[in-house]
């Protein structure tokens, strides 16, 4: 257990909805990373957030958007949701995003679009 | 070109023998940091070992070593006494630059490559 948590662990939803997925960064770890897993994309970086700021963009759509509120649990938003958008969302969390920093992930939330 | 590369779709290796699974890397950046992570079929991401640069000795973590060449561009995870609980797929991944001075702090990582581990 990473102790990175993600809810919900399994999303089913249909083309042109909106989700919502939520993590909860490990005790004391500031920064949260999100990132997407595809068949034909592999992993990719998606955004990154430190402490409440947003640090770092990745390839992630303009119909994805997230945030990190003051408790530290971030959130990230898919709209207008496209077959393609079916993957495997992780969330990753360390301390203060200093180099040789390990990045924790989380369980992660199947998102399936029909 | 790509950052990681991980050549080998698949690997099979018997219990109780070592595996190495191959990583190379490319980059322009002197100071940079590369993982392994395991993805078991139940699908969380596990870290396994971290190696900077600029360390003087490979990694080791437990059943887990590093075979960092710098030179060659390679970071090869090495598993001693494979076990059943092995299996599964192996990712590396690299971030470069440091950070504060212009770097980054995502990962990129390589497509992965499926170890099975059998009796």
């Known amino acids: 257990d990473s102790g990175v948590t993600q809810t919900p662990k399994h999303l089913i939803t249909a083309t042109g909805q909106r989700v919502t997925l939520r993590c909860s960064p490990r005790s004391g770890d500031l920064s949260v990373y999100w990132y997407q897993q595809s068949l034909d994309q592999g992993l990719q970086f998606l955004i990154q957030y430190y402490n409440g700021e947003e640090r770092a963009k990745g390839n992630i759509l303009e119909r994805f958007s997230a945030q990190q509120f003051p408790d530290l649990h971030s959130e990230l938003n898919l709209s207008s949701l496209e077959l393609g958008d079916s993957a495997l969302y992780f969330c990753a969390s360390s301390v203060a995003g200093t180099s040789g920093e390990t990045q924790y992930f989380g369980p992660g939330t199947r998102l399936l679009v029909l | 070109a790509q950052k990681i590369t991980q050549t080998q779709p698949g690997m099979f290796v018997q219990e109780k023998e070592a595996v190495t699974l191959d990583c190379t890397y490319d980059t322009s950046d002197p100071s940079y940091g590369l993982f392994w992570y395991k993805q078991p079929s139940s699908g969380e991401m596990i870290f396994l070992i971290y190696?900077?640069?600029?360390?003087?000795q490979n990694a080791t973590e437990g059943r887990y070593s590093l075979n960092f060449q710098k030179a060659r561009k390679s970071a090869n995870l090495v598993i001693s006494a494979s076990q059943l609980g092995d299996s599964a797929m192996y990712f590396c991944?690299?971030?470069?630059?440091?950070?504060?001075?212009?770097?980054?702090?995502?990962?990129?990582f390589g497509k992965g490559m499926k170890l099975t581990v059998n009796p």
């Open positions: 991944a690299m971030r470069e630059g440091l950070l504060g001075q212009g770097g980054s702090e995502k990962l990129v």
């Open positions: 190696q900077g640069s600029y360390d003087q």
